[in-house]
């Protein structure tokens, strides 16, 4: 396939224009004494049009000039003179100067000699009209300096010609001067480009066809305009910004035929490699994670085109691991046009101990009471496949839970990131919650062993999915340590009638989770059944549901909360819902509005900044077990003569600490009573 011209071709550099010697073509017939026959007008002509070639050659042969901002086209400006009258003496001239030489000619501008033009015209490379109007009236709007009945200098003709060849409509442009009876007639003699006929893109593995077709569409069967060719280009080349993707229209080309060839670069990814660097001098260091632990983790694969949008999204997907201090990409160049990608990575201290505190829920009096403590060992990276394992003990005066728990992220071979985890765990909470009251059993706790595994993974953007199983070995004993079944109203402590019951629950659960900000969209949908593998264990259906909305009103966030569930079949007494307290329903005590089958809580806050961490915050809440407090075993929140719905309302502040929030609350309740709230950490 030939190009438009024989020295053309576009690239994504500046325009650079060429221009050939400065020929005047011989007479016919050769002249015996030129210089004796001259007429003496045009003797005179001939004299100015001298120093204007003078002029002319003063200039360098190689101009560089910008058409369009990331094309560029070579093209040919070729100036002639013509003598018009017959026997009159050719003069001829080479001009061939460097760049310094027009510097030089831009301070001697003023002294330059301008020449009087009687008569401008534009017409094609042969010196005949355009055939196309339209294209002439382009040319001729683009001249400012060369008008008829002016005097011009070599560079307003040169400025000009870079006008025409700027307007984008034409391949190349050469100024003749001819002498007239009338005067010197100055013609721009053009090439227009070809009618744009069809297209080829080579190399836009990742560009959508559609999108290069709507950028091209308005051009189709119109001469090729280099400006809006460079406007094309340039909305190509943003898709690619956009998207954070290494690409760019690297040549452009007119075939024969007005086709026009586009080449787009786009650098493949050619290899990623991990480099694990000191974290106290920065210097290469052996890392204790296995690297395809790492890699596993990217979304950046050899082959693709690479985006810095996706390399950040890697980096943060590596650092929530939680065993890397600080990860970095850097892209190096590789051969034939692609990319290698080093991901530095400074590895955070694997395992330690650690000691904490909080506050327990089932604690409903006392100041003191309701304060544990926790000592733990955990180990994030074992075996250098960011599996974790973590050890912990927490005891206060009543409650204590010691636990085993060992999580592997990403099961190796698995390609849809499930993770497993492995929990055995051996709790001791208070059984107030359901079971207390003011008269007695005040000490009354609640015993668990339970053991598990549970199998989670992503199921979409925003939405997981887990599903496990676990089985529960749980009973009731007094103060002294001694199992009970019964309470001191007679109310039955166990479903089985044993001191203890067995269950073996299969656990559905699907969670959403906004952006992960606490005041963002949030909603788990919780569903276990019990399986009586053997006839002495338990069997029931329960479903459990909470969903959380945050919206800005002005500095202020309104966050409102809603939460529900149901329980069907044989279930322990101390299984049941229990509604009120610091994360229910605030201004009564824990478990002191009711327990049943079936509840709702709602809750409604506004908070605002206040000074620094702290924060304001005015609340209310609302609770209710939808009449099903006398349908668990014994009634225990009948016996104690509990409301079954409630409402409280107050206010609080909440600062921000390593701990997470800590929340001081005032509330009061239906019952005009006044409670005080310490909690640490979100609602749930």
Known sequence: MERVTERAMLQNDDIRIVSSSIKIPLPHKRPTCPLRTAHSHFVNASNSIAQLFN???AHSTELTRSVVRNSSLLCSATLSFTGERRGKCPIQRLASLSLADIEAQQKARQNEERVLISEVLVRNKDGEELERKDLEAEAVQALKA??????????EVQEDVHRIINSGYFSSCMPVAVDTRDGIRLVFQVEPNQEFQGLVCEGANVLPAKFL????????????????????????NNWYMERGLFAMVSAVEILSGGILRLQVSEAEVNNISIRFLDRKTGEITMGKTKPETILRQITTKKGQVYSMLQGKRDVETVLTMGIMEDVSIIPQPADTGKVDLVMNVVERPSGGFSAGGGISSGITNGPLRGLIGSFAYSHRNVFGKNQKLNISLERGQIDSVYRINYTDPWIQGDDKRTS???TIQNSRTPGTIVHGNE????????GRITGGIEFSRPLRPKWSGTAGLVFQHAGVRDEKGIPIIKDCYSSPLTASGNTHDDTLLAKLETVYTGSGDHGSSMFVLTMEQGLPVLPEWLSFSRVNARARKGVEIGPA??????????????FSPYEAFAIGGTNSVRGYEEGSVGSGRSYVVTSGEVSFPMKGPVEGVLFSDYGTDLGSGPTVPGDPAGARKKPGSGYGYGFGIRVES????LRLEYAFNDKKERRFHFGVGHRN
Not at 213 to 236: H, P, Q, T, V
Not at 557 to 570: A, C, M, T
């Open 658 to 661: 390593p701990l997470g929030p």
């Open 146 to 155: 060369c008008r008829p009945n002016s005097a011009l200098t070599v560079r």
């Open 557 to 570: 966030r309104l966050h409102l909360s809603l939460s529900g569930g149901h329980v069907v079949g044989e």
């Open 213 to 236: 077709e709507n950028s091209m569409r308005d051009g189709y069967g119109k001469i090729i305009n280099l400006r809006r060719l460079d406007e094309a280009i340039s909305s190509i």
């Open 439 to 446: 008269d007695g059993n005040r000490s009354l706790t609640i």
């Open 420 to 422: 497993r985890t492995i």
């Open 55 to 57: 002029s002319f050659a």
